[in-house]
């Protein structure tokens, strides 16, 4: 049975990955995207006419003071509408979720993570390989057409990778050692290893700290739209 490919960014704008949730119990699929072919066209066509304020958000930020892109918040805003949040809310979840990606970016940077294009290229060539025996192939294909070609879209997949991939490599490091050393705790004070059950409650667990760690992560910096 294939997989359902889900592309980062450009349809959950790293919703899945990071744990943020759009509005609660709603669900989210690439097929959300249908009736939004002027706005994903546009928000493609913005890192051309923004580029210079997405480029400036993926350098690291002097001081406390961080770039958010309007292009970023115009897409967000319009995948929490698709999502069915009203207007007012979306705007507010938008701008919530582009400050939080772009703060754990600069964090995933200041420790030393960072992308390669090359690295970007073999990611790219493992998500165009997974759409090939993707369960939603037809779905995402659809959600391709929107763009002026297949090649468009590929292109706005490269530039959200060099924002994605630091930051995905970051929290997978944050992550991973966070359970080997609440496991290795756990198994020295009892002789014993942690059950399927203890796994899985560590793991929630670190979703709390992140979501916690996040909040206030957010409010250490300021923030300038541009």
Do not use: P, R
């Given at each position: 049975m294939g997989k359902k490919l889900i592309s980062v960014l450009s349809v959950c704008l790293l919703l899945c990955l990071l744990g943020i949730t759009a509005c609660a119990g709603r669900s989210h699929c690439i097929s959300d995207a249908d009736g939004q072919d002027g706005s994903i066209?546009?928000?493609?066509?913005?890192?051309?006419?923004?580029?210079e304020a997405v480029e400036e958000s993926l350098r690291m930020s002097e001081g406390k003071e961080i770039i958010l892109p309007q292009?970023?918040?115009?897409?967000?805003?319009?995948?929490y509408i698709s999502?069915?949040?009203?207007?007012?809310e979306a705007e507010k979840l938008a701008v919530k979720?582009?400050?939080?990606?772009?703060?754990?970016?600069?964090?995933?940077?200041?420790?030393?993570?960072?992308?390669s294009e090359q690295e970007i290229r073999e990611q790219l060539e493992q998500l165009k390989s997974q759409y090939q025996t993707a369960e939603n192939k037809e779905e995402i294909r659809a959600f391709i057409d929107k763009f002026e070609n297949e090649q468009a879209y590929w292109d706005f997949q490269f530039e959200m990778y060099k924002k994605d991939l630091p930051i995905q490599k970051y929290n997978a490091d944050r992550e991973q050692v966070f359970i080997e050393e609440k496991q290795d705790s756990f198994e020295r004070e009892r002789g014993f290893a942690v059950s399927p059950e203890e796994k899985l409650e560590i793991?929630?667990?670190?979703?709390?700290?992140?979501?916690?760690?996040?909040?206030?992560?957010v409010k250490e910096y300021e923030y300038t739209i541009k």
């Open positions: 066209q546009g928000y493609a066509g913005t890192i051309d006419v923004h580029g292009a970023e918040i115009d897409m967000a805003e319009d995948f999502s069915g949040c009203g207007e007012d979720y582009v400050k939080e990606i772009n703060a754990l970016y600069q964090e995933a940077v200041a420790n030393g993570y960072t992308v793991q929630e667990e670190w979703a709390d700290m992140f979501e916690e760690e996040k909040e206030a992560l």
